[in-house]
């Protein structure tokens, strides 16, 4: 019986096999002695669904239609932190990716810190990107970090108690020296040795 189930599974599975579409595994043709690949076939595809964080409420959204050949077309939408609802309609295609805003937000008006911040950023982003488009540029030796005033003082005051420790230490360490020295003095006289 057991054979029997076996050799069932495996006729299925031939079978099987032999009715898949296998196509797709032969996309190259011979033309004259040279092999050539042809592409595979367009497959358009559409998709499009809304969502929310409850049951009733959207929230989001996102529909794209691609033509099958590269060229993709779509939208989405959220609700921002303002309760305004934003769209990004799409392209996108082999050039690249094209996106276009339903509508620019405004900037909020920026305290002087905040413009001071961002001045500061983009002078900074400049000069690296300046650095980075010259590929001759010098290169810069690390430097090594310096200690600030706290971790100096916190060196300097486990210096100072290494050292204390350290000369305690020789003293425990002369002290026991001499007292071995003692008793070795005085075994040799009682003739302990």
Do not use: W
């Not at 579409?21 to 559409?46: M, N």
């Amino acid at each position: 019986m057991q054979s029997f189930a076996s050799l069932a599974f495996l006729v299925t599975i031939l079978i099987g096999l032999a009715c898949c579409d296998v196509s797709h595994l032969f996309k190259e043709i011979v033309v004259e002695d040279e092999i050539a690949t042809h592409p595979p076939p367009p497959r358009p595809y559409a998709f499009s669904y809304a969502a929310g964080r409850h049951p009733g409420h959207v929230d989001r959204t996102h529909s794209e239609v691609s033509d099958g050949s590269g060229v993709v077309q779509g939208s989405f939408s959220y609700v921002d932190p303002r309760n305004e609802v934003r769209t990004v309609d799409y392209v996108a295609d082999a050039h690249g990716f094209y996106p276009r805003l339903s509508h620019v937000p405004k900037s909020p008006k920026q305290t002087e810190a905040v413009q001071r911040a961002a001045h500061k950023h983009f002078a900074l982003y400049a000069k690296i990107a300046e650095e980075h488009a010259n590929p001759h540029h010098e290169t810069v030796e690390a430097s090594l970090p310096r200690d600030t005033v706290a971790v100096s003082k916190a060196k300097d005051k486990h210096f100072t108690l290494y050292e204390k420790i350290a000369h305690q230490h020789a003293q425990i360490a002369a002290e026991r020296e001499a007292e071995r020295l003692a008793f070795e003095a005085t075994s040799e006289v009682n003739g302990l040795h």
